[in-house]
């Protein structure tokens, strides 16, 4: 691939971390990246002036009006650092020429931190680590359960599912899996079969319009008596008004959440000094047995650098694309 000057990339929305690894990683590609941590807005298209491509990060959502600029600016390619594209209206933005892609990155970050909840989920981490804090070390009323004893259902089974299912085979657990495009071999079953028969249930799918609110009050009040829920996937994924009802009438017996509904704005902040507005959000933290981290199971130095390393590598392939006619 030969360019008359280095193809130019205009990344928005890069933390500290990415920044560091956009710096290293640009100038192997042949690359000449414009890094700014604001996320993109109409405000600051000016930044990608000479870009074909860009890339965004998936922790604010994009306006409409910044497609329409980014067009009018001559971008033609956006390729967002995440996998989910919810943040996007990619038909928008292919309605005035704009291509969006997603990266892939590790599927293991995820799906690590999704065991990780699952245990803490059935062991009831939350008020051991509490009780401890403040000196109280006897043990719990109610005793942990064995994931080897329980049946566990997989609800969207792409690369982070599989990968967590390939877990879950190593403790022993039954599991079924629900996707409308089965991927890899399994004990799939109808979603009312495994929302009827799991004793916990993990969201791995993606987020559109026909997933949104997947779990509503009906699916939930499907689910065993006590069940719990572990959701790394997309937050809008579960009705929380129902959730957080099922939760405080003991229908559920626990949730374990790295996304929530309405949690744009709120998580990767620091909150301390400042109100917190997601009534429902405050509501899921001041339950005994919900487990809230702040949509951080992707983040490790191996998916980051897969999410940066890709995004670039997803930019060259446009322009070369291009290149070539």
């Known amino acids: 691939m030969t360019y008359s000057e280095p193809p130019r990339i205009t990344v928005y929305g890069c933390g500290p971390d990415e920044a560091v690894l956009f710096r290293e990683l640009a100038p192997r590609f042949g690359v000449t990246p414009t890094i700014t941590d604001a996320p993109l807005s109409v405000a600051n298209i000016e930044l990608a002036a000479g870009s074909r491509s860009i890339s965004v990060g998936h922790k604010t959502p994009i306006a ?23 943040h996007i209206d990619v038909e928008y933005a292919a309605s005035i020429g704009i291509t969006v892609e997603n990266v892939s990155y590790s599927p293991d970050s995820v799906a690590d931190f999704t065991l990780m909840l699952m245990l803490m989920a059935v062991r009831d981490a939350k008020s051991i680590i509490r009780r401890a804090d403040v000196h109280d070390y006897r043990l719990n009323e109610v005793r ?64 559109n319009p026909d997933t949104h609110h997947l779990l509503n009050r009906q699916r939930i009040e499907q ?62 933290q001041e339950l005994p047995n919900v487990l809230i981290s702040p949509h951080t199971a992707y983040y490790t130095d191996h998916a980051l650098r897969d999410t940066v390393e890709n995004s670039l590598t997803n930019c060259l392939k446009f322009e070369s694309g291009n290149q070539h006619g």
């Open 223 to 284: 689910m065993k008596q006590g069940a719990l829920i572990v959701n790394t996937g997309r937050g809008a994924l579960i009705d929380t008004d129902a959730l957080v009802s099922a939760l405080e009438s003991g229908r559920l017996g626990g949730a374990a959440l790295d996304v929530v509904e309405g949690e744009e704005g709120i998580f990767y902040a620091d909150c301390r000094t400042r109100p917190v507005k997601s009534k429902s959000l405050l509501r899921l």
């Open 64 to 86: 409409n009006a910044a497609l329409l600029a980014l067009g009018q600016a001559g971008v033609t390619y956006v390729s967002t650092r995440s996998i989910g594209c919810n």
């Open 144 to 207: 942990g359960k064995e994931l080897r004893d329980l049946t566990v259902g997989v609800i969207g089974t792409g690369r982070i599912g599989a990968t967590v299912m390939d877990r879950l085979r190593g403790f022993g657990c039954r599991v079924l899996a629900h996707d409308n495009r089965p991927k890899t071999p399994a004990e799939y079953v109808p979603l009312d079969d495994l929302l009827q028969q799991s004793d916990l249930v993990t969201l791995h799918a993606p987020l």
